[in-house]
C-alpha cells in the first residue's frame, strides 16, 4: 500500500511540474496580455517624426507590401531588398501584419520591419483585429485612422474592416475620411490607404458609395491602395479618375515601389 501511494505521489508531482510548465507557455502566447513598451509602442507617430527629418526633394518614393501574416521569411526579405534601395522615402504596410492579431505576432512582426532603413506606416487589417488584436494595433501603432502631410502630400490611413466591426455604420468612418480631404494650403493631393476595398465582401455595402463620393469629392486623391487579397493589380473600380492599386502579398516575393513627381506617380514592380 506504501509503495502504491509514494507511486501517486510522484504521479501528482510529475502531473502539477508539467501544469506549470505548459500554464507559462499558454501566458506568453495569451491574447490578453499586452506590454509593449519602447520600440513597439506609438510606433506611427514615431516613424512620422523620423519621416519629418529626412530632406525632401522633388520625387517622393514609396514601397509598399501587405498581407504579411505568418510569412516572417519572406518579410525579413522584403526588408533587405528594401534597404538596398537607399531612395525610398517611406514604406507602407497595407494591413494584415498579424494572421491572428495575436500580441506575440505583433511583436515578431515589428521586430522584423524595425530593421528598415526608411519610415514605415500600418494600416490595420481584418486579421490584425482577431481576438484582442484591436488593443494590441493601438498600443503598438495608434490609431485605426490617421494622417500626415508630407512634401505637400497627404497619406491617408483609413480603418476599411466592416465586418470585424458587425457592420455598424461606423467602419469606415466616412466624416473623418471627408474633413481629411477637405482642401487647404497645407497639401495638394491625397494618396489613400486602406485594407478592404470598398467593393469587397468584408466592406459595409451600405457604406461604398459615400466612400466612393467621398473620395472623388474635392478631385484630389492620386490614388488609393489596397490589400487584402494578396495579388497584384492596378485598375479603375468605378470608371472614374481614381486608381486603384492593389498591393502583392509578401508571399509572392514582389513589391511595389511608387514614385510621385509633379502630382504624378509611377510604379514599378520588384522581385526579391
Partial sequence: MEQLRMKISKILILFALLTITACDGLFDYSPYVIDYSGQNKSVNQKNIKKLFSQKIDDTTIIALTGDTHRFYDETVDFVKAVNKKSSVDLVIHVGDITDFGLPKQYEWANSILLKLSSPYF?????????????????EMFGAFNYSFIYDSLKFIFVNTNSREFKFSGNVPDINWLEAQLQPNDNFTNAVVIFHVPPMDGDFNSSLEQAFHNTLTRYNNVLFATHGHLHHYEIYKPYNDSISYINVYGVEHRKFNIIKITNNKFEIETCEF
Avoid at 122 to 138: C, E, F, I, Q, R
Fill in 122 to 138: 500600418v494600416v490595420v487589417g481584418n486579421h490584425d483585429l482577431v481576438g484582442n488584436g484591436s488593443t494590441a494595433y493601438k
